[in-house]
């Protein structure tokens, strides 16, 4: 139970801060480079806010590496997933309050969903890659020869670089419980286009993974 609250609010956190500073603060405001470093300093927080009790996964793609690498066991992994998904959806659900309507909460999307007009192949290249390359900064910088004080940081960092080079692409998912909070309260394009943002992300989180699996790097 304590890992299923500690999930649910940090995916919590990481939607209402992360997409409200998109939606809230917006390009013209706080700008790409802004929204960029509210995810990441959002993920930093909850590394050493919730990280203790669950490890900060906030992310099932990063759940679904975990287990794919042998670090947490199924029925872990399908708790961790519910927490996800519910707290993505309350923190949508709480942005949505804020902004006083459900028209943009920082859905991700293709075509015309997405912020710089990039096509559907684009989106599965960047949030496949992008989503490995995440997986394989957690799993290496939580491994037990790691310096573990600093793994929170890294781990932000990496999601902060992560929006500043893809925002333009899709928004930026690399968790489908991120991609899945905005989309269900949005409807329309942004539901339709969901699937997506499920299937990348967890593609590349069992790809990042199977570096791990195989001991390709680790020690």
Not at 104 to 116: D, E, F, K, R, V
Request: net charge neutral.
């Amino acid at each position: 139970m304590k890992k299923f609250i500690a999930e649910f609010i940090g995916t919590l956190t990481l939607v209402l801060f992360g997409c409200g500073a998109a939606v809230l603060g917006g390009f013209d405001h706080v700008g790409q480079l802004g929204i960029a470093l509210a995810f990441g300093f959002a993920i930093v927080a909850m590394a050493y806010g919730i990280g203790p009790v669950s490890g900060c996964h906030v992310n099932p793609a990063v759940s679904l590496g975990a287990f794919v690498a042998g670090r947490m066991t199924a029925a872990e992994m399908l708790l961790y997933w519910a927490a996800q998904f519910l707290g993505a959806l309350a923190g949508a659900a709480i942005l949505a309050a804020i902004a006083g309507g459900t028209a943009h909460l920082g859905q991700n999307g293709w075509g015309a969903g997405s912020p710089g007009g990039f096509g559907l192949t684009p989106a599965v290249i960047f949030e496949v890659v992008a989503t490995a390359l995440f997986v394989i900064v957690i799993l290496g910088s939580t491994g037990p020869k790691a310096n573990g004080a600093f793994a929170g940081l890294a781990i932000g960092i990496t999601l902060a670089v992560i929006h500043i080079v893809g925002i333009q692409v899709t928004g930026v998912s690399v968790n489908p419980a991120r991609s899945f909070g905005p989309a269900v309260l949005a409807q329309g394009l942004a539901l339709q286009q969901l699937w997506l943002f499920i299937v990348a992300p967890a593609v590349g989180g069992v790809i990042g993974a199977l570096f791990f699996r195989l001991k390709l790097l680790e020690d």
